[in-house]
């Protein structure tokens, strides 16, 4: 009997032994797991999000997350075809909210969403859905949200911290160049129409009114600062076109206007005062965008 008791009991201490470290290795992914999230205040609540996204699958504010290194795994079409960030988007997947199978397969940990958008609670199912209304923010606000968003606060803030710097700076010696009472616009091209924009609505126009404090015309200032936006028809262009003009040139339409009079006759134009800018590389007000915008600005004015 005792020989037979012995193995049973060696064998009873291996299977504690083993139930044993079972429970440490399961409390330690335990552990593990309550630390790889935190809680992110949305604008529509709280919600756990991972606090180092591997997987993320941006259908808004794309441009946001990459200045930011995001991994991106998923992006919208626009945000795909503009040329700036043509390098950090290969590979990289091409989604709406309407793709859902193929989100699903793209396996995110993280979804920025528009809260426009379709399919909020089932884009929810597939991982943490995070929602963010257009324009709610500012521009600079906006990007330390995705900061905080991505644990990647510090980094936004500081990043805002110098822009706002170094275009104070840029506009102070535009002003000194061009004059303060110096009007500048910005009108892009359409297909039929032409639209002039206020001081919150991308290509250039946070920085040219807010940060610069270069100043708009009378006829803008009154129908496009509080809309944003305003639509126009090419007759109207010299009523809209400033000192200077901002084109911002969609090369997919028909840009034939430049041969007119109308345009030709723009006191802007005969001044060599048009600065053109690629619609696409201009229709967001993300940090890769402002930079580049930033820089470009500075020596078209400064420069010209």
């Not at 988007?89 to 793709?99: I, P, Q, T």
């Not at 606060?153 to 160049?177: H, L, M, N, P, Y």
């Not at 039929?192 to 991308?202: D, R």
Request: aromatic share 10%; charged share 25%.
């Amino acid at each position: 009997m005792k020989k037979l008791f012995l193995p049973f009991l060696f064998l009873l201490v291996l299977i504690l032994c083993a139930c044993g470290n079972n429970e440490s290795v399961n409390e330690d992914k335990t552990t593990e797991t309550k630390t790889d999230t935190f809680t992110y205040q949305s604008e529509t609540g709280p919600i756990e999000v991972p606090t180092d996204p591997k997987r993320v699958v941006a259908l808004t504010n794309g441009p946001n997350a990459l200045a930011l290194d995001a991994h991106i795994v998923g992006i919208d079409e626009w945000t795909n075809t503009n040329p700036l960030f043509e390098e950090k988007l290969k590979g990289v997947e091409v989604v709406s909210e309407d793709n859902l199978e193929k989100i699903i397969e793209l396996e995110p940990d993280l979804i920025i969403a528009g809260s426009y958008m379709k399919n909020i609670d089932k884009l929810n199912e597939i991982a943490p859905t995070v929602v963010f209304t257009w324009g709610k923010l500012d521009y600079l606000t906006q990007q330390v949200e995705i900061g905080k968003l991505l644990n990647k606060e510090t980094e936004a803030k500081e990043w805002v911290k110098d822009f706002q710097e170094r275009a104070k700076t840029a506009g102070e010696a535009i002003q000194a160049k061009i004059g303060k009472d110096a009007t500048v616009s910005v009108i892009e091209s359409g297909d039929k129409e032409f639209y002039v924009f206020g001081n919150n609505y991308a290509r250039g126009t946070e920085i040219l009114y807010q940060a610069m404090e270069l100043k708009m015309p009378d006829k803008v200032k009154e129908l496009a600062l509080e809309s944003g936006i305003y639509t126009f028809s090419s007759e109207m262009l010299p009523e809209f076109a400033g000192d200077y003009v901002i084109l911002s040139k969609n090369p997919d339409v028909d840009n034939s206007f430049m041969e007119t009079d109308v345009w030709k006759n723009i006191p802007a134009v005969k001044n060599n005062q048009v600065f053109e800018i690629n619609t696409k590389a201009s229709t967001y007000s993300d940090p890769i965008t402002l930079e580049y915008l930033l820089e470009f600005f500075e020596k078209s004015f400064l420069n010209n």
